[in-house]
């Protein structure tokens, strides 16, 4: 029963290509995430969702496309894939603004997609 | 915009002895402190957290504390076990539509037996 999944956990592409991640997440929750997490470690938001609106779109290529066909779902598109963007990108979800003010912080990670571009 | 700063980056420590990582936090508005153990190969999980409104929460071995004149948050983790090792994050947010966590750069502790 897990509660936020992700597709593939592995991808390996050439430069150029362009790729897609799946997310899923069973929690009923009314927010998705998008994160990049570099060789350093370093987590770093890049998109997020509530209930298939994009509320936060911090500065990412526009070669990078986040698609919701419903709140349970976050897929994350990216064109003309480049070196750089070799990471770890992880999806997460929270309860959003269902759960009322103190009720919807907290964000659950998926286990990661670990993305190297050749 | 928010900035999170994160001390030390790594940590060592023996087994059974207490370990201390350390937030800095720079909008005085956030007001939503959470810690994140990432062990490796998996994603981050919410060990605890912590709210504005409350100084310090305690769960079993671990305990935050937070300092809101100063803006600086802590972890504490006592007894420590192998199992603890693991890369811990600190953020930081402000309780709005969205929750745009600010992650600190992550401290790696090494518990050894």
């Known amino acids: 029963d897990t509660a936020v999944s992700q597709t593939p956990k592995y991808l390996v592409t050439q430069m150029g290509n362009d790729k897609s991640i799946k997310c899923e997440q069973n929690l009923g929750h009314d927010t998705m995430y998008w994160y990049k997490q570099d060789s350093k470690k370093f987590l770093k938001i890049m998109f997020s969702?509530?209930?298939?609106?994009?509320?936060i779109n911090e500065t990412v290529p526009n070669r990078f496309s986040p698609k919701s066909p419903d709140k349970a779902h976050l897929n994350l598109h990216i064109n003309s894939l480049e070196l750089g963007d070799s990471a770890v990108y992880f999806c997460?979800?929270?309860?959003?603004?269902?759960?009322?003010?103190?009720?919807?912080?907290?964000?659950?990670f998926g286990p990661g997609t670990r993305l190297l571009v050749l | 915009g928010e900035n999170v700063e994160q001390h030390p980056s790594t940590l060592s420590v023996q087994e059974g002895d207490s370990a201390v990582i350390k937030c800095t936090y720079s909008d005085s508005a956030s007001n939503y402190f959470p810690w994140y153990k990432q062990e490796l190969g998996k994603g981050p999980q919410l060990i605890i957290d912590i709210r504005s409104n409350v100084g310090e929460k305690k769960d079993q071995r671990i305990a935050v504390t937070l300092n809101k004149t100063a803006k600086h948050f802590s972890l504490h983790i006592t007894e420590t076990q192998p199992e603890d090792s693991a890369v811990y994050f600190c953020a930081a947010s402000i309780e709005n539509y969205g929750q745009n966590f600010v992650f600190g750069p992550g401290t790696r502790l090494s518990v050894l037996p």
């Open positions: 997460a979800s929270s309860q959003g603004l269902a759960g009322g003010p103190g009720a919807g912080e907290t964000q659950y």
């Open positions: 969702y509530n209930n298939k609106e994009l509320i």
